[in-house]
């Protein structure tokens, strides 16, 4: 099972702002799940997102 990420613990591992690992989500960049009202981003999906040279 995957584990799951915050957009906040995003954009520390990545040193940016949170703002802009948002904007990734919605550029669909980064795909990320929506738990109720938090958006959630999974190890696998970050790979790819990191694999893909992001």
Known sequence: MD???TPQ???E???VKINTVYKWIREG???AI????LWRISE???KRFVGNGN
């Open 44 to 46: 696998t999906e970050l």
């Open 13 to 15: 591992k990545f040193k």
């Open 29 to 31: 960049k980064l795909k």
């Open 3 to 5: 584990n799951y990420y």
């Open 34 to 37: 929506k738990v109720g009202d």
């Open 9 to 11: 613990e995003i954009a």
